[in-house]
């Protein structure tokens, strides 16, 4: 079971993506009741979390991203998405959606975002 992510692409510095992470409805449960997050992982760093947001709609953001990336959950279409705005090079990475309950963890295959200066 895998979540699928999309809406990577090539950005110029300013611009803006919105990513998107699908859950198959086998895991409909896990998506409505848990944590949803998105990382990224850079070439030759390891993996960060981006943002996060609860079953209750709650959010958090790493700093580096704070005010420029938002991320929002729609429990019908079980979609999470990532805002992305004001992108910058240090934005490059593969993107990765989450979430998980006790021992199961599911990942998005991965959506490569890259920006150019």
């Known amino acids: 079971v895998q979540l699928q992510a999309s809406g990577g692409g090539l950005v110029q510095a300013g611009g803006s993506l919105r990513l998107s992470c699908a859950a198959p409805?086998?895991?409909?449960?896990?998506?409505?009741?848990?944590?949803m997050g998105w990382y990224r992982q850079a070439p030759g760093k390891q993996r960060e979390l981006v943002a996060v947001?609860?079953?209750?709609?709650?959010?958090n953001y790493a700093d580096s991203v704070k005010g420029r990336f938002t991320v929002s959950k729609n429990n019908s279409r079980r979609t999470v998405a990532l805002q992305m705005n004001s992108l910058t090079p240090d934005d490059t990475a593969v993107y990765y959606c989450?979430?998980?309950?006790?021992?199961?963890?599911?990942w998005g295959q991965g959506t490569l975002v890259t920006v150019s200066s």
């Open positions: 947001i609860t079953s209750s709609g709650s959010t």
């Open positions: 409805t086998t895991i409909l449960s896990v998506f409505v009741s848990n944590d």
């Open positions: 989450h979430t998980k309950r006790g021992q199961a963890t599911y």
